[in-house]
């Protein structure tokens, strides 16, 4: 355990030296908090108290997205072959490796909290339940942050591709999106992506459609395949050399 800490801690100060990787959420959340708030300011409705939820939530995703990425850059360096072939199991290691994209990305919540403050954006009360469902979100972006990027340790093109994932799946979330189409939607998509209950719930839908048996389920799910499939996926990477892995 203090091995796999060590190595996640390593991997996060490699990763927030790459300057693509430290402001992308910044930037993300600010943009997308500033456009909400023009927008909210031209129809006089700066008494949504979601709208800053909703700039943290995208930007934590937008970090998310660059566990993928991080495989390409560290494979561009000629490291991805050493980072993997650890003294500790391949699967964790990879999972040391594509873990601080998200949680680099929870800066994101302080970081629209405060553009809250300061241009006076109503914002919901910080009490445990909602830590508890932030927590829920990371853990959930983070397991299929871990199953995606194990099949694109199979091609150097793994950046090209990975919008191709996560796009869709940000529209099935629930996050982007108004109307009845997206409510339906979710509430299929909410047993097969364990990120929909936490967005929805922290968006305030308290629609009982919605349920964190539909997160629990789809999290083990998710957990898995990404611990099954990472693993063989890893082998034949290594076997094979596909990918550039070896």
Request: hydrophobic content about 50%.
């Amino acid at each position: 355990m203090f091995r796999f800490l060590r190595l996640f801690l390593f991997h996060m100060k490699v990763y927030i030296r790459n300057q693509y990787f430290l402001w992308l959420p910044i930037i993300s959340t600010t943009t997308i908090f500033l456009l909400q708030y023009l927008t909210a300011h031209g129809y006089d409705r700066l008494d949504d108290p979601y709208l800053w939820t909703r700039s943290a939530i995208f930007g934590l995703w937008a970090s998310a997205t660059t566990a993928t990425g991080s495989i390409g850059f560290q494979r561009h360096q000629g490291t991805l072959t050493y980072l993997i072939n650890t003294g500790i199991n391949d699967f964790m290691s990879l999972t040391a490796l594509i873990l601080p994209a998200s949680t680099f990305g929870l800066i994101s919540f302080p970081l629209s909290y405060g553009l809250a403050r300061i241009f006076h954006v109503q914002v919901t009360d910080l009490n445990f339940e909602f830590v508890h469902l932030v927590l829920l979100l990371w853990l959930s972006v983070a397991v299929m942050d871990m199953l995606i990027a194990a099949f694109f340790v199979l091609t150097p093109n793994a950046i090209v591709y990975e919008e191709l994932i996560h796009i869709p799946l940000l529209l099935c979330s629930g996050l982007i999106g108004q109307g009845k189409f997206f409510d339906h939607l979710s509430m299929y998509t909410q047993w097969g992506l364990p990120l929909v209950y936490p967005i929805r719930k922290l968006l305030s839908n308290n629609d009982a459609s919605y349920n964190s048996w539909s997160y629990l389920l789809s999290l083990m799910i998710w957990l898995a395949l990404a611990v099954s499939l990472g693993s063989i996926l890893l082998r034949w990477a290594k076997k094979d050399g596909q990918g550039r892995l070896v």
